[in-house]
C-alpha cells in the first residue's frame, strides 16, 4: 500500500515537471514542447483516477484525442 503511494506520488512529481517543461518549451523554440506535453499528461493521468476521469470528459479529449487512442493499440493500453 505504502509502496503505491510513493510510486503515484512519484509520477504526478515527474507529470508535473514535464508540464513545467512544456511551458518553457513554448518560450523557447529549441525546446520541443508537445512532447513534453503528452509525457506529463500520461504521467499524471497513471497518477491519479481523478485526473484521468476529469481529462477523459473533458471536451477537447473527446472531440480530438479520443479517436486517435481507440485507433492505437499501445495508447489505448496504457491509458485505460
Do not use: D, T
Not at 512529481?13 to 520541443?32: A, C, H, S, T
Not at 508537445?34 to 491519479?48: H, N, T
Not at 481523478?50 to 473533458?58: L, N
Amino acid at each position: 500500500m505504502k509502496l503505491r503511494y510513493i510510486y503515484r506520488s512519484l509520477l504526478f512529481v515527474i507529470g508535473v515537471f514535464f508540464i513545467l517543461l512544456g511551458f518553457v518549451g513554448l518560450l523557447l523554440p529549441v525546446v520541443p514542447q508537445v512532447a513534453f506535453f503528452i509525457i506529463g499528461a500520461i504521467c499524471l493521468m497513471e497518477s491519479s483516477n481523478r485526473i484521468k476521469e476529469w481529462v477523459k470528459g473533458h471536451e477537447l479529449y473527446q472531440k480530438h484525442c479520443q479517436k486517435i487512442i481507440e485507433k492505437s493499440h499501445f495508447l489505448k493500453r496504457i491509458l485505460n
